[in-house]
Each structure stands twice: as structure tokens, then as C-alpha cells.
């Protein structure tokens, strides 16, 4: 896992959610700890995008789970 | 007018004079005006510097730290306004108290629709932001704040250039006439923005002087300003059950598109009157609409002239955009709450214009120093490219 990919991802879904970036470790869960819906997790998604010029699937959005899997998705597309 | 009578039991105004009614109403009788250098976007290019800004607006402390993210400044005016103002009634929305939310705006959110529009324009149409696309709809505002208050019952949007805000009143009037609403509240709000500066400024409306100069021959054009008011419109049946102190009664009012003809305020006073049952003796004092663009102030004082002008004693007339500055689509719901006030209070506001000057109509202007005097029916004028709206606002009597 891309060490500065994974710093990048911890910053754009703290500012979106909120939350101090310590609360986001690599396997917390988005749903049941950091409580993120449909909503932000398409916002955290299309953030992903436009920050790398890259274009990701939605059918990817149901594996973003944890900063770990969202880190596999966006190397997946980077690559 | 209807044989159902509607009344007014809250206000609230949220404007440069400050955050709440009191500091909108207290500065408003001491003749202090909001003006001062913009600061919320670069004008080093514009030969209009100045406006009516509310300064130091700090969103977080009526709204809380968190999930502000995705709203903009103009859904968070309106948002803090109703928190500062309506946060005890909004406390008591159950099955007998269910009031609606119906928001009169000209721009609402224009900053909102420029920055999304933009972002696809430079980053490309794939990469605009899903969350910002719900704020570029003019009823965002609106809908915003009945999501966030729990306002289910109705949410509306009204959006006529400069007369929104009283054509949102009467539309609320309207609507509670008709049986549909026991109660509602009637908002408007206008957000200063370079976007909507900008295009004053390009079809020559800006003044470049320092202050806003209502019925002053020597003015060019207005300054802006921003602001949010607030209106609780109840049944005075619906009033009385909640045990709701009545501030003032919902007489007549008169709309009219004149396009460019002359006559379009005189008409909407016109019609206001006849919807009020009241002759132009009745009438103790006039919420102009004037804003420093001398042309449709001059228009303004000659229907006042036409129709008042028979009356034992010239009616005072105060102009207080010179301390508000025209909030376009806000202006007439801030003059109808500084209306409500000057009924209960008995109290005219100066319009602070300098001097009197020598208009068509030799109006009765009130300026240096409030009046105070009895005041039975209060007229407040709003007009501006071809809409004209009048509303007549009364002393509650039994």
C-alpha cells in the first residue's frame, strides 16, 4: 500500500466527514465507525477522482469500506 | 381584502446593522448605517468599493461546528437568522403547531451556481463535486432550512427580482387565507456576492460614492447590501391558541408590472389601498423603497405626491436603504420588519440622506432624527426593473 496515496485519502475524507485524521485507520469501518452514507461516500469518491485526474467506476463504490480497500481501488486506477 | 384576518407574530432581521432584530431596529432609529469597504471579494478593478456587508459573520456559533461543509453563505444567513430568532417556536412544532417556510430571494444562490459551473469548466465536467450540485437550485436555501428545523409542512421559494419578499408575504397570505396554512413563516434573503455585484456594476446601477443616497438628485446609482428577515404570519385564530403576542396586521396589498412605464409604484399603491379598504388619509407613514438610483426614486415620489399629495398633512416618508442598502430581493421583508416596529413602537427611522432635496413631490422625508408619532397603517413600497409591489401593514386591533 502506497504510503503517501493513503496519507492523501486520509485527509480528503477527513475534511469531508469531518473528523481528525487519527480516527480514520487503515480498517475502521465506514459505515458502522465513522458513520459515512451513500452521500459522502459518493462525495469521497468524485473528491478521489478529481484530485487525481482519474476516472473510477461507480460499481467500485460498494468496495470502499475502509481507507485500506479505498487505498486498493485508487491505485487500481492510478496504475 | 379577506374577511380572515392574518396577523404578524414574530420578526426577525439579520442584516449589516447586526445579527439580530433589536441591533437591526436600535441602529435603524439612531440613523447608524452598515456601509463600509467590501471585503468578501477583490473590488480593486470595480469603481464601486462599498456596501451593506454583514461583517464578521461567524456561522459556527449559531450552527454548530459541524456540517456546514456544503452549505453556502446564503443558506447559512438564513439558517443562523431562524436560529437567533424562531428557535423557541421552531422547539414547539408538533400536530397543532406545524408551520410551513416560504423564502422571497432574487439570487438566492447565485455564488453557488457560478462556483459549480466554474469548477466543471476548469477541472472538466467528471470531476465537479456531487454535493455542491443540490445548492445550485434557487430554493436550496429554503429547503436547507426545513430540513435542518424539522419544517414540514410546506417549503417555497418565491424569486421576483427586487419585490420577492413581498411577493413571498403575499403568497403566504394567500395561503393561510385560503385554509391550507394555520401558520407560516415568511422569510427573505439576499447574500452579497461578486457574481450579482458584478452585473449591477456592468448595467451602471453601482454608485461610487461611499454611501447609498435615497431621493438625492446627485446620486449615481445604489450601493448593495445583504441581509435576511423574517416574518411569523399567523391566523388570528391560530394566534390566539398559541398564545402568540400580536405585533401587527396583514391589511392590503397591490402588485403590478408596469415594464418600462411610469406609473407601476403609483399602481401598486392603488391597488394595496383598495385591497386595505383604507383611503390615503389613513395611511401614517411610507416605507420607501427608494435606493439612490435617482431616476425610479423620482418615480417613487411622484406617485406618493399623486396619490398622498391631497392630504390635509404631507405623510411622512422614510428611506432606510440609506442605512441598509438595497438588499434587492430582501429589501421589502427587512422595511416590513422595521415597519412591524415602527407600529409598536410609534416610531419613524430618519432615512439619513444628507439634506432634503428638491424632488418632483416635496415629500415629507424623514431625516436626520426618528419622529415619533401615532401610527395606525404603515405603507412599504417595493419596486425596481418593472415590478412594483406595495403592502399595507396595520396596528393590531380588536
Given at each position: 500500500m502506497n504510503e503517501k496515496i493513503k496519507e492523501n485519502l486520509r485527509d480528503i475524507i477527513a475534511e469531508i466527514i469531518e473528523?481528525?485524521?487519527?480516527?480514520?485507520?487503515?480498517?475502521?469501518?465506514?459505515?458502522?465507525?465513522?458513520?459515512?452514507?451513500s452521500m459522502l461516500l459518493l462525495e469521497i469518491l468524485a473528491s478521489i477522482e478529481r484530485y487525481y485526474k482519474i476516472k473510477i467506476p461507480e460499481d467500485e463504490l460498494p468496495k470502499l469500506t475502509t481507507l485500506k480497500s479505498t487505498v486498493e481501488v485508487t491505485e487500481k486506477y492510478l496504475n | 381584502m379577506e374577511n380572515k384576518r392574518i396577523v404578524i407574530t414574530r420578526t426577525g432581521a439579520l442584516s449589516s446593522l447586526g445579527m439580530t432584530k433589536n441591533d437591526f431596529w436600535n441602529n435603524l432609529k439612531a440613523g447608524r448605517s452598515g456601509v463600509n469597504q467590501i471585503s468578501s471579494f477583490n473590488t480593486e478593478d470595480s469603481l464601486s468599493r462599498y456596501a451593506y456587508e454583514i461583517k464578521d459573520f461567524d456561522a459556527n456559533q449559531w450552527l454548530g461546528k459541524k456540517g456546514l461543509r456544503n452549505i453556502d453563505r446564503s443558506t447559512r444567513l438564513l439558517l443562523a437568522a431562524i436560529t437567533i430568532e424562531l428557535t423557541d417556536i421552531l422547539s414547539q412544532i408538533d400536530e397543532s403547531f406545524s408551520p410551513g417556510l416560504v423564502v422571497g430571494t432574487a439570487f438566492g444562490s447565485v455564488k453557488s451556481i457560478h462556483d459549480f459551473f466554474l469548477s466543471a469548466l476548469e477541472d472538466g465536467?467528471?470531476?465537479?463535486k456531487p454535493m455542491e450540485f443540490p445548492n445550485i437550485v434557487i430554493n436550496s436555501p429554503a429547503s436547507h432550512a426545513n430540513i435542518r428545523f424539522l419544517i414540514n409542512h410546506l417549503s417555497a421559494t418565491i424569486s421576483n427580482g427586487y419585490t420577492s419578499s413581498l411577493e413571498a408575504i403575499f403568497y403566504a397570505y394567500y395561503n393561510i387565507v385560503n385554509d391550507m396554512s394555520d401558520a407560516l413563516i415568511v422569510g427573505s434573503l439576499e447574500e452579497l456576492c461578486f457574481e450579482s455585484f458584478s452585473g449591477f456594476q456592468k448595467i451602471g446601477l453601482?454608485?461610487?460614492?461611499?454611501n447609498c443616497t435615497p431621493f438625492n438628485p446627485h446620486s449615481n446609482g445604489t450601493l448593495l447590501g445583504e441581509g435576511v428577515s423574517l416574518l411569523v404570519l399567523d391566523s388570528l385564530e391560530h394566534a390566539r391558541s398559541r398564545n402568540e403576542e400580536i405585533l401587527a396586521e396583514i391589511k392590503g396589498f397591490g402588485s403590478y408590472f408596469s415594464?418600462?412605464?411610469?406609473?407601476g409604484v403609483e399602481e401598486s399603491i392603488t391597488l394595496a389601498l383598495e385591497n386595505a379598504c383604507l383611503q390615503p388619509d389613513d395611511i401614517s407613514c411610507i416605507y420607501s423603497g427608494a435606493n439612490g438610483i435617482y431616476e425610479s426614486d423620482v418615480k417613487e415620489a411622484r406617485a406618493i405626491k399623486k396619490i398622498f399629495g391631497k392630504c390635509e398633512t404631507a405623510i411622512p416618508v422614510t428611506a432606510i436603504k440609506s442605512m441598509i442598502g438595497e438588499c434587492y430581493g430582501a429589501s421589502g421583508g427587512l422595511l416590513s420588519v422595521a415597519a412591524v416596529n415602527s407600529i409598536l413602537e410609534g416610531i419613524i427611522p430618519p432615512s439619513m440622506t444628507g439634506s432634503r432635496y428638491d424632488l418632483p413631490g416635496e415629500l415629507n422625508i424623514v431625516d436626520q432624527e426618528f419622529i415619533k408619532t401615532d401610527i395606525e397603517h404603515v405603507l412599504v413600497n417595493s419596486y425596481g426593473c418593472g415590478n412594483n409591489a406595495s403592502l399595507i401593514l396595520s396596528k393590531w386591533k380588536e
Open positions: 473528523v481528525e485524521e487519527e480516527e480514520i485507520q487503515d480498517e475502521v469501518s465506514f459505515i458502522e465507525d465513522l458513520k459515512i452514507n | 465536467v467528471l470531476y465537479v453601482l454608485s461610487t460614492e461611499k415594464g418600462s412605464d411610469e406609473n
